[in-house]
């Protein structure tokens, strides 16, 4: 937290009244904390004591963490992020050689017990303030004549005042204990800036593969209602227009050239669907998987296409609807720009990761950074967190590599 930050919470805490909600709030949360520091303050005083409450602290440091954390959610409102399940190993050497748990040690042996002992002044002053702001109630009290009503009787102004001064000031020194105890948890019992880094970096990761997962089934969604809605209207369409203009002979002429022009506009719909159908999500993909689909981009190209594709690994469907659109593009592109006799596309599985290599005998000199499709292709492949490289000299060849992880 900021300084300007410290500054505003101790500005408010003086303009709190003793008997606020929060005073109360501080005031328990510190004395919370006590219990916990007993056990390090009587090995402080009884040095036979030390190395057991050491032992003790070491091997009970996520517990000891956990009742911490507890502590500040129950009484305090404050959340310190536990550590990643793959950052707290079980045994105790993983644990040892854990920054995480030489943090938690350093809080529970020395800064939890010191900030403990501000605690206890802070209710020491609570209870002092109170006893000597009310002065004048209890003295009367006292047995008349005896020499503690008379000693006291002769200061009991500037004890009142004292006792003023102490009930003012322990809302203040309650409000810094508390942040205080906030910011040392939150620094020693919490990640770390470069593991929240972290942590944030693989919650983004998730996130990403979730997303893309999203928009791939929803293309999907898509794909399955045109090809099963709209594509079946207008193929029942065109067969009645087919079946009309085979049996209506008596028609004028004119009446029978409507009907063939859109006979032809029916079928030339279907075959524009079935085109845009295929491009969001093949059916053969998810039926028969990766090659089968490969092959029929390789079948419809329009220049003669090699492929050899060896997958031993089990692949994502998304990483596989990513791959396939690659390699359909790559083609496109090899058949627009590259004026090549022939393309050669491997796709092969290895260590978890797909690789994809695209090699055609064309003039070379392609560009991602001129605005071609390789710029579409290297965010796709980004997408699902992999790498595309190009080398294409001028005069050729071009290779188009691409990695992809098998699994998201």
Same mark, same amino acid.
């Given at each position: 937290?900021?300084?300007?930050?410290?500054?505003?919470?101790?500005?408010?805490?003086?303009?709190?009244?003793?008997?606020?909600?929060?005073?109360?709030?501080?005031?328990?949360?510190? #004395? *919370?904390?006590?219990?916990? %520091? +007993?056990?390090? &303050? =009587?090995? /402080?005083?009884?040095?036979? !004591? @030390?190395?057991?409450?050491?032992?003790?602290?070491?091997?009970?440091?996520?517990?000891?963490?956990?009742?911490?954390?507890?502590?500040?959610?129950?009484?305090?409102?404050?959340?310190?992020?536990?550590?990643?399940?793959?950052?707290?190993?079980?045994?105790?050497?993983?644990?040892?050689?854990?920054?995480?748990?030489?943090?938690?040690?350093?809080?529970?042996?020395?800064?939890?017990?010191?900030?403990?002992?501000?605690?206890?002044?802070?209710?020491?002053?609570?209870?002092?303030?109170?006893?000597?702001?009310?002065?004048?109630?209890?003295?009367?009290?006292?047995?008349?004549?005896?020499?503690?009503?008379?000693?006291?009787?002769?200061?009991?102004?500037?004890?009142?005042?004292?006792?003023?001064?102490?009930?003012? #000031? *322990?809302?203040?020194?309650? %409000? +810094?204990?508390? &942040? =205080?105890? /906030?910011?040392?948890?939150? !620094? @020693?019992?919490?990640?770390?800036?470069?593991?929240?880094?972290?942590?944030?970096?693989?919650?983004?990761?998730?996130?990403?593969?979730?997303?893309?997962?999203?928009?791939?089934?929803?293309?999907?969604?898509?794909?399955?209602?045109?090809?099963?809605?709209?594509?079946?209207?207008?193929?029942?369409?065109?067969?009645?227009?087919?079946?009309?203009?085979?049996?209506?002979?008596?028609?004028?002429?004119?009446?029978?050239?409507?009907?063939?022009?859109?006979?032809?506009?029916?079928?030339?719909?279907?075959?524009?669907?079935?085109?845009?159908?295929?491009?969001?999500?093949?059916?053969?993909?998810?039926?028969?998987?990766?090659?089968?689909?490969?092959?029929?981009?390789?079948?419809?190209?329009?220049?003669?296409?090699?492929?050899?594709?060896?997958?031993? %690994?089990?692949?994502?469907?998304?990483?596989?609807?990513?791959?396939?659109?690659?390699?359909?593009?790559?083609?496109?592109?090899?058949?627009?720009?590259?004026?090549?006799?022939?393309?050669?596309?491997?796709?092969?599985?290895?260590?978890?990761?797909?690789?994809?290599?695209?090699?055609?005998?064309?003039?070379?000199?392609?560009?991602?950074?001129?605005?071609?499709?390789?710029?579409?292709?290297?965010?796709?492949?980004?997408?699902?967190?992999?790498?595309?490289?190009?080398?294409?000299?001028?005069?050729?060849?071009?290779?188009?590599?691409?990695?992809?992880?098998?699994?998201?």
């Amino acid at each position: 937290m900021p300084s300007t930050t410290l500054r505003r919470a101790l500005v408010r805490s003086l303009r709190r009244p003793p008997w606020s909600a929060e005073v109360w709030r501080d005031t328990r949360f510190i #004395a *919370a904390g006590i219990p916990m %520091a +007993l056990p390090v &303050w =009587l090995a /402080v005083t009884e040095s036979k !004591l @030390l190395f057991p409450v050491l032992s003790v602290v070491l091997l009970c440091a996520r517990p000891l963490t956990a009742a911490q954390r507890g502590r500040l959610r129950a009484l305090y409102g404050v959340e310190v992020p536990p550590p990643r399940p793959g950052d707290a190993p079980t045994w105790l050497l993983g644990r040892l050689r854990l920054v995480l748990t030489w943090r938690q040690t350093v809080y529970h042996l020395a800064v939890g017990p010191v900030l403990a002992l501000g605690s206890v002044a802070v209710l020491y002053a609570w209870g002092a303030g109170l006893v000597l702001a009310t002065v004048y109630a209890w003295i009367w009290l006292m047995p008349v004549g005896t020499s503690l009503r008379l000693d006291l009787t002769g200061y009991d102004v500037l004890l009142t005042l004292a006792g003023v001064l102490l009930l003012a #000031a *322990a809302p203040w020194l309650a %409000a +810094l204990t508390a &942040w =205080l105890e /906030v910011r040392a948890a939150q !620094l @020693l019992l919490g990640p770390n800036r470069a593991e929240q880094l972290e942590q944030r970096v693989e919650e983004i990761a998730e996130s990403r593969a979730g997303l893309v997962d999203a928009v791939d089934a929803e293309r999907r969604r898509i794909e399955r209602d045109l090809h099963d809605g709209a594509q079946q209207r207008l193929t029942s369409l065109a067969m009645n227009l087919g079946l009309a203009r085979r049996t209506l002979k008596d028609v004028p002429p004119e009446v029978m050239q409507v009907i063939v022009d859109a006979h032809e506009e029916a079928q030339a719909a279907i075959d524009e669907l079935r085109d845009l159908v295929r491009g969001l999500h093949p059916a053969v993909l998810e039926d028969r998987g990766l090659d089968a689909a490969l092959s029929g981009i390789a079948a419809r190209a329009p220049l003669p296409v090699r492929l050899d594709v060896d997958l031993s %690994a089990p692949i994502a469907p998304t990483v596989e609807a990513v791959a396939y659109f690659t390699v359909s593009e790559a083609l496109t592109n090899v058949a627009k720009h590259a004026r090549a006799k022939q393309v050669e596309v491997s796709v092969r599985t290895a260590g978890g990761r797909l690789r994809l290599i695209i090699s055609d005998d064309g003039v070379g000199g392609a560009d991602p950074s001129r605005g071609t499709g390789l710029t579409g292709l290297r965010k796709r492949a980004a997408s699902v967190d992999g790498t595309l490289s190009v080398l294409s000299p001028l005069g050729g060849p071009t290779t188009i590599t691409v990695e992809l992880p098998c699994a998201l």
